[in-house]
């Protein structure tokens, strides 16, 4: 409905209420015919829509060049007919999911041709290790997350990850022994 509207102080209200109020968003920009018309940053200029003609996706990995340089973010583009709503987030909360589940097995995002890993690092997806990753694509969203099935469980892997588990077990089971040796 704010696209319907006129940038007036009361609609750059309303989508600063907005951005700030939805976790994780940074800024939401109205186009009208590729040109901005209102936002939810002061600092906005009126300039050209500057999603990269590459990602025709709704969703877009890139690295910010407005707000804060070079700083990775995600962009969700959304067209209706009476323009486009983009709303744009940081990328650390995502790369430090993509850090918690594993780091034996790493998780990358995939989106178009760009990837974003575990350090909030973006690359252009060269596809040169499709023959080591699977990849596990959204079927409602335009992203998928690829790990790499190269990497094997080793007993390496177990002693550097788990050293403290296995002591602490050992100790416990020593200790319990101990206990009914004594107390039988």
Known sequence: PLLLQPCTLQTRTELSRLAIGI??????????????VCSSWDGAL?????????TGHALTLLHDSHVSPGVPVMVVRTVFPEGV??????THWIAASLRLHTTFRPLILKTGDMTLD?????????GKNEKTFDVIKSERYP????????RVFSLAHLLHEGAATIFLSVLLGTCAAAGLWLFA
């Not at 009126?46 to 590459?54: A, C, F, H, L």
């Not at 992203?143 to 190269?150: I, L």
């Open 143 to 150: 992203f998928s997350v690829a790990y790499d099935r190269s």
């Open 85 to 90: 709503v983009t709303a744009s987030m940081t």
């Open 23 to 36: 976790e994780h968003i940074r800024i939401i920009n109205l186009y009208k015919q590729d040109n901005l």
């Open 118 to 126: 575990g350090y909030n690092r973006l690359a252009l997806d060269s």
């Open 46 to 54: 009126t300039v050209k829509e500057d999603i990269p003609g590459r």
